[in-house]
């Protein structure tokens, strides 16, 4: 009777074992990668319906509709909401899950490649439009470019302190990225907080112009093309200024190291590509653009 128990036993143990280990199996045939699976997340359609809001609030008060300007400033703080749960999860799973493999880093550079394409994509319609209608001004508008009822901004006052202001943010951004390279704490900080106040200090600067423009978004194609190039261009310096913050804060927490700093390269490339964006904005609108009043077309055929 004995034996036949010891037996029963032996064979249940090693049932027992065998699930465990098939389970244990299953378990690593199922998570043996480098490969990130992100966990379900409501951010992807909360930050969709902020930038819905954003947009067609934005649009309604230009059309001096009711409710519009609400509407703009729901979907704004939605999406700066939606902007730092997201963030959060996302130092969460790098810094503090380990989750972010060399495989997962791979991605992320090749997605931040693509994002910033399609921006290029997106500001090449803005300077589309812009020479469509400068290059061959219509009757409507006087034949001539700016057309005759725009006193445009002059170049050589804020545009150009502005010029000079975003270029030497891109020369203390290119610093903080070599010296956190090296390991250099102390010049990444420094480096960094002089890149924040210059982008602050643009900002500023180009509120300042906006109030004191002797034009607007509805004064003809010239007005739209001017800020809605230069305005989405702002909007993206506000961005980039919030990304190289977020590093700055990850950086004095030491949640980056010389090997593993994606977050605030990434934030250095969209920065190097928005000073980009000005240089072509300041040679083609500001210079280019606010020539004297002739027809731009004649003069690129003579």
């Known amino acids: 009777m004995h034996g036949v128990l010891g037996l029963l036993n032996g064979v249940n143990s090693t049932f027992i074992m065998s699930n465990i280990k098939n389970k ?18 409501p951010w992807p359609l909360l930050a969709s319906v902020g930038g819905l809001c954003l947009t067609s609030g934005g ?3 230009m059309q001096k509709m009711l409710g519009g300007w609400g509407l703009f400033l729901n979907g704004f703080f939605l999406v700066l909401l939606v902007m730092y749960v997201w963030w959060r999860d996302i130092v969460r799973e790098a810094t503090f899950e380990e989750h972010h493999t060399v495989a997962v880093q791979r991605g992320l550079r090749l997605g931040m490649i693509l994002f910033i394409a399609s921006e290029v994509m997106f500001f090449f319609a803005f300077f589309w439009a812009f020479f469509h209608s400068s290059l061959a001004p219509v009757f409507n508008i006087g034949g001539v470019w700016p057309p005759h009822a725009i006193i445009a901004v002059d170049t050589y006052t804020v545009p150009l302190t502005n010029t000079f202001i975003l270029l030497s943010s891109g020369a203390t951004v290119t610093w903080a990225h070599h010296a956190i390279i090296l390991g250099a704490k102390r010049h990444v900080v420094i480096s960094l907080i002089y890149t924040l106040v210059l982008a602050v200090l643009f900002t500023y600067f180009q509120g ?3 109030v004191s423009a002797p034009f607007n978004i509805s004064d003809g194609i010239y007005g739209s093309c001017f800020y809605m190039a230069t305005g989405f261009h702002g909007f993206h310096v506000f961005a980039g ?3 190289l913050f977020v590093s700055f804060v990850r950086i004095v927490l030491n949640q980056q190291t010389t090997t593993h700093h994606f977050g605030f390269e990434s934030a ?7 000073d980009v964006v000005w240089l072509f904005l300041f040679i083609n609108i500001y210079w280019w653009g606010n020539l004297e009043p002739h027809n731009l077309s004649a003069t690129v055929l003579m």
């Open 24 to 41: 244990l199996d299953f378990k690593y045939l199922n998570t043996a990668h480098q490969f990130h699976l992100v966990d379900p997340s």
């Open 59 to 61: 649009v309604l008060y």
């Open 208 to 210: 300042l112009e906006y």
């Open 241 to 243: 200024t919030i990304a």
């Open 268 to 274: 250095i490339w969209y920065w190097h590509f928005v």
